[in-house]
């Protein structure tokens, strides 16, 4: 949690005055119980009324006080901490954008997603709940034992005593809610995680009569999420009747004893009635704590969690680089990526692709296909060998460098809600003109002039358009971009043969002074290609022009027929 602090820039004053003035409001908290000890012994056993009416005037005027500094301390608490979780999600947002995608894809988007919302909205409140009334415990407990020896030395131990007792077991029940607490924000991931599949693949499970299957694996994962937070309940249920069991226990005592105190003349009437409010004082601190215990266990588990993302490593970019004109614009050399297995995803990569010239790429399922593409765009950071474009290796350029060289256009296009012209104009480009040319060459101004141009609608993740209408807005917006090397990773999957066939043949034709990378599972869409690789098991099976793989690459003939038998079909 103290990581966390230096999310505070801007709200550290405001940090700092809350618990001030807790501190302040608690100090006036104990100095009403003397008042109330000089009242029964001096005015009251006296019967001084106006002196009676002073000291309870006093008492009000104090409470009044106590009760300012109580506003202005929730106030500033809860700007601190609210100023603090905007920042930390700032950092998150910006810090995602930044990490490495391999490590993104292991933690997984449903756990970064509650690590973002639910853990940081946790470590929020939790902080906030600490400036409030955590600091102010420790003062009225402290403060309490302290008055109590002052008013009656005689009888302090057994104040004292019982505060350390139930400190101790409050202790050791937070310790152990820590744990448990963790465990219940783990078994919440998995929760978001089969909600997004779910979502995501609910035509699938429909199509598949999984409905059933569907429920009774969420209904598990309920379950046991249902059991974790029981458990860490269970245990911080404990807190506030332990607390309060020692602490009355500890009150009894105190009036045995002070009972016979008084009667021996040792202390005063109004010094027992003062000490026991010491003690209550002292029990509702505890209680407090105890009950502040369950959020400060559930604040520190998100606060972990939160620096787990933190922590891992950014994909940081280079100082800069000069791109060199007579170089390649694409060159592997023995370039490999490993997602952290002891077996390469793809190796063993030597490729040299100059302006003008295309290569195609093919293989199996999982062959490295898009491994490839996510090194060339640096996506993923080679573990072995190099990967340089025009020139230079991949790692020197700054983000904005590389993207200028380099351009993608994903298997899977991500359209983002808002209008046609809106995810175009993340290319960079603000020309109408330009965004319908371009448009034109994905061949799909046809479809999105009959809607309203430019300015036809994109629903979330572009779901009023159909997968091939998708990708193809997504080539346009990757043509849009003109970078001399452009990566087409299975772009035109969705599409049907004569439609693709129309699509390649206006990309070529607006790419012939580009290096472009064609990765397809179709023969048909690589052939023309001036070199081919094919890919298995993320190893090279064979490297050449197509009539020299049908020749000698066995993989490659039988990926031609089953693109021939498809085509057939």
């Not at 700007?79 to 950092?91: E, T």
Request: proline share 2%.
């Amino acid at each position: 949690m103290l990581r966390l602090l230096r999310y505070l820039k801007g709200y550290r004053a405001a940090a700092i005055a809350a618990p001030l003035f807790k501190i302040i409001e608690a100090i006036i908290e104990l100095i009403v119980p003397l008042i109330v000890a000089y009242m029964i012994d001096g005015p009251i056993a006296g019967g001084d009324i106006p002196a009676v009416v002073w000291s309870g005037a006093l008492m009000a005027g104090l409470s009044c006080v106590g009760l300012g500094f109580s506003l202005a301390c929730q106030y500033l608490a809860s700007k601190a901490a609210v100023g603090m979780g905007c920042n930390i999600r700032a950092a998150l947002y910006s810090h995602l954008h930044r990490l490495n995608l391999g490590d993104a894809d292991r933690m997984g988007t449903g756990a970064l997603v509650n690590r973002l919302s639910t853990d940081v909205a946790q470590a929020q409140q939790g902080f906030a709940m600490f400036l409030r009334l955590m600091l102010r415990a420790p003062v009225i407990a402290a403060g309490g034992a302290v008055m109590s020896i002052i008013v009656a030395p005689s009888l302090w131990y057994i104040g004292v005593g019982a505060g350390v007792l139930a400190f101790v077991v409050l202790l050791v029940v937070m310790r152990a809610g820590v744990s448990r607490f963790s465990v219940m924000q783990k078994r919440l991931d998995d929760i978001s995680r089969l909600t997004g599949e779910t979502i995501r693949g609910e035509r699938v499970i429909r199509a598949f009569a999984g409905e059933k299957r569907s429920e009774d694996k969420f209904d598990a994962a309920l379950s046991s999420h249902c059991r974790s937070a029981v458990a860490a309940s269970a245990l911080s249920c404990l807190l506030t009747p332990a607390a309060t069991v020692i602490i009355n226990a500890a009150v009894v005592v105190l009036l045995r004893a002070g009972g016979g105190a008084v009667n021996g003349g040792t202390i005063t009437s109004g010094d027992l009635v003062a000490l026991v409010n010491y003690l209550n004082q002292i029990l509702l601190a505890l209680i407090t704590t105890a009950t502040l215990m369950v959020l400060i266990s559930k604040a520190i588990s998100s606060a972990a969690r939160i620096n787990a993302v933190f922590d891992l490593a950014e994909d940081k970019e280079g100082a800069g680089a000069v791109p060199d004109p007579d170089a390649p614009l694409v060159e592997l050399r023995d370039a490999a990526y490993s997602f952290g297995g002891e077996e390469n995803a793809v190796g063993g990569l030597n490729i040299t692709l100059r302006r003008g010239e295309t290569l195609g790429v093919i293989g199996t399922t999982g062959s490295g296909k898009s491994t490839l593409a996510g090194l060339l765009m640096r996506f993923y950071r080679a573990t072995e060998g190099e990967v340089r474009i025009a020139g230079r290796n991949i790692c020197e350029y700054t983000d904005a460098q590389l993207r200028s060289l380099v351009t993608l256009a994903p298997q899977k296009p991500l359209l983002f809600s808002g209008t046609v012209r809106g995810n175009l104009g993340m290319s960079g480009c603000s020309d109408d003109e330009k965004m319908k040319d371009a448009l034109r060459m994905a061949k799909a101004w046809e479809f999105v002039s009959e809607k309203n141009g430019l300015d036809s609608e994109v629903t979330q993740k572009g779901n009023n358009f159909s997968g091939g209408e998708k990708q193809r807005i997504s080539l346009a917006r990757a043509l849009l971009r003109d970078a001399p090397v452009l990566v087409l990773d299975d772009a035109a999957s969705a599409l049907d043969y004569v439609t693709e066939a129309e699509v390649m043949q206006s990309v070529r034709k607006a790419c012939r002074d580009k290096a472009v990378v064609n990765i397809s599972q179709r023969i048909g869409t690589i052939r023309r290609s001036d070199k081919v690789l094919v890919l298995d098991g993320g190893r090279v099976a064979g490297y050449g022009t197509h009539e020299q793989l049908m020749k000698s690459c066995g993989l490659y003939r039988m990926l031609g027929g089953k693109t021939a038998e498809g085509s057939a079909e």
